[in-house]
């Protein structure tokens, strides 16, 4: 990826982590670090959007492996370890051993330094707090830091009882002699502090973004909010595609699974263009009947079939079914321009669309049905660019212009939720490119980073939003199906045939 389509992206990332929306900025910033795990500030970024402080430890820790001084970095990563207990204690003893006596006073503790007046260990030997092991170490150093003040008092106690035994065995012997005077032992007071017996972990949750500090961690316990699971998106053999097959200038339909097992034919005679309807039960597409182009509908096995149109000496293109199955939406041309009509099953009614007077291609509905989206060329210079349609309200229906980049931008189509459009662009003199924008027309971007020198096709949705399927030839000289992941990741083949394919499409409901 050059550097400046990087430097866009880290920029889409920077703005969406300023917006709060840690998703999009992650998203973003992920992409950045596939192409480029040494840049800085996109490790630093992430660190403030990432979920975990696991996660968040992990990006700062590899912000100082880039840049071993990076204070903001080494600060956010000390604020991810807690402070040391209070309750640590330990034990200093005065040098040189004295006698045993009865008025000996127990060794003095004193509080050991808080790990923040120590010096920093190593960034890489830093265990979290929150771990059982620490945990354990911590209990483990309390416990050994000194003697217990119930155990020293019942020593004291028996040595005295001991010593005024002797006192008076030696009284009822009739001698009385000097009073002996016990030698003071010479204590050093190392801190005049109470030592606490027990000491009481506390793990303080930390700041959630990590840079910059903006509160002192409490020391009671904050519950922490429980993560809601990501969805487990369904394997790809669950999906049942379409597609057509280029055999000798003819076109066959043949579906198969999306791990690629299960391949058959569909029709027994030469199609093109298919696709389902929204509810999976019924199949659309272009033959030729009697020397023209039409219309027909089937079964989804193919079976059933009817021809809906009676057109004749044109061109005709790109069915696309209505949300409620009424209506198919499709490109016709009778001389040089394609246009956009519509007909309504069972009447055989056709109705212009879109009265241009250049070419119109690509019809698609929204999941609502409400809006058609298109490609069209306003200018005459084969220049298409994206619209789209509102089918309610204005009459005269006026169609918005949602791209506006150079080269071509063709075959839109609506993901299953209505709020993002993926399609194809040629835009800066580059070969054809998976894009996507949200419906309004914003945000245009790849889909796919890492194309190389790949030339993309037919872009579909599908039925839940998961998986986007398209045509390419980036294996080799022939197009194929492939899918990838709806944020444009795993990229699998499903075909790998001995000819071209085009036109793939999803099953919905199989």
């Known amino acids: 990826m050059a550097n400046e389509e990087l430097d866009k992206l880290l920029q889409q990332g920077i703005q969406a982590a300023k917006a709060g929306n840690r998703k999009e900025a992650r998203r973003f910033l992920e992409q950045v670090l596939e192409q480029d795990d040494g840049n800085e500030q996109a490790w630093l970024v992430l660190a403030?959007?990432?979920?975990?402080?696991?996660?968040?430890?992990?990006?700062?820790?590899?912000?100082?492996?880039?840049?071993?001084?990076?204070?903001?970095?080494?600060?956010?990563?000390?604020?991810?370890?807690?402070s040391p207990p209070s309750g640590q204690v330990g034990t200093e003893v005065t040098a040189g051993t004295p006698k045993?006596?009865?008025?000996?006073?127990?060794?003095t503790s004193t509080i050991r330094r808080p790990a923040s007046q120590q010096p920093p260990p190593a960034i890489a030997n830093r265990p979290g707090i929150t771990t059982e092991g620490t945990k354990a170490a911590w209990r483990s150093q309390r416990n050994q830091g000194g003697i217990n003040p119930q155990v020293a008092f019942f020593v004291l106690l028996g040595v005295t009882i001991i010593g005024v035994g002797l006192l008076l065995v030696s009284g009822n012997g009739g001698v009385e002699g000097?009073?002996?005077?016990?030698?003071?032992?010479?204590?050093?007071?190392?801190?005049?502090?109470?030592?606490?017996?027990?000491?009481?972990?506390?793990?303080?949750?930390?700041?959630?973004?990590?840079i910059p500090p903006s509160w002192t961690p409490s020391p009671t316990p904050t519950p922490r909010p429980?993560?809601?699971?990501?969805?487990?998106?369904?394997?790809?053999?669950?999906?049942?595609?379409?597609?057509?097959?280029?055999?000798?200038?003819?076109?066959?339909?043949?579906?198969?699974?999306?791990?690629?097992?299960?391949?058959?034919?569909?029709?027994?005679?030469?199609?093109?263009?298919?696709?389902?309807?929204w509810d999976g039960r019924k199949i659309a597409y272009v033959k030729v009947v009697d020397g023209a182009e039409q219309i027909a509908v089937a079964n989804a096995d193919g079976s059933a079939e009817t021809i809906i149109t009676a057109i004749s000496n044109a061109r005709v293109r790109s069915p696309a079914w209505s949300p409620d199955g009424s209506k198919i939406a499709f490109s016709a041309a009778e001389e040089e321009n394609d246009q956009i009509f519509m007909v309504t099953i069972g009447s055989a009614e056709i109705t212009k669309v879109v009265d241009n007077?250049?070419?119109?291609?690509?019809?698609?509905?929204?999941?609502?049905?409400?809006?058609?989206v298109y490609v069209s060329d306003t200018t005459g210079r084969r220049s298409f660019q994206v619209f789209a349609l509102a089918l309610s309200g204005l009459t005269p229906p006026k169609p918005q212009q949602l791209t506006n980049s150079g080269g071509q931008n063709t075959s839109p189509s609506f993901s299953p939720d209505g709020k993002t459009i993926v399609f194809i662009s040629t835009r800066n003199r580059s070969l054809s490119k998976v894009f996507v924008m949200r419906a309004d027309g914003s945000d245009e971007r790849p889909l796919l980073i890492d194309d190389g020198s790949a030339e993309n096709r037919d872009p579909v949705w599908s039925p839940d939003g998961q998986y986007v399927a398209f045509v390419s030839n980036r294996?080799?000289?022939?197009?194929?199906?492939?899918?990838?992941?709806?944020?444009?990741?795993?990229?699998?083949?499903?075909?790998?045939?001995?000819?071209?394919?085009?036109?793939?499409?999803?099953?919905?409901?199989?």
């Open 48 to 82: 403030s959007v990432v979920e975990t402080p696991r996660e968040r430890r992990i990006c700062l820790e590899n912000v100082l492996g880039i840049n071993p001084n990076n204070e903001r970095a080494r600060q956010a990563l000390e604020r991810l370890r807690p």
């Open 100 to 107: 045993p006596s009865a008025t000996a006073a127990p060794a």
């Open 178 to 210: 000097p009073t002996a005077v016990p030698p003071t032992a010479t204590r050093r007071v190392v801190q005049n502090l109470t030592p606490t017996p027990l000491g009481t972990i506390v793990e303080a949750v930390p700041n959630p973004l990590g």
């Open 226 to 277: 429980t993560e809601t699971p990501a969805p487990t998106i369904p394997p790809l053999a669950g999906y049942r595609l379409i597609f057509v097959t280029d055999e000798g200038g003819e076109s066959f339909v043949s579906s198969i699974n999306g791990d690629g097992s299960g391949q058959r034919r569909l029709f027994s005679t030469p199609v093109i263009d298919p696709v389902f309807s």
């Open 357 to 372: 007077p250049y070419a119109d291609l690509d019809p698609a509905f929204s999941p609502d049905g409400n809006t058609l």
């Open 475 to 510: 294996n080799g000289g022939l197009f194929q199906v492939f899918a990838a992941l709806a944020n444009g990741r795993s990229v699998q083949q499903v075909t790998n045939g001995t000819v071209n394919v085009a036109g793939v499409r999803f099953r919905p409901g199989f």
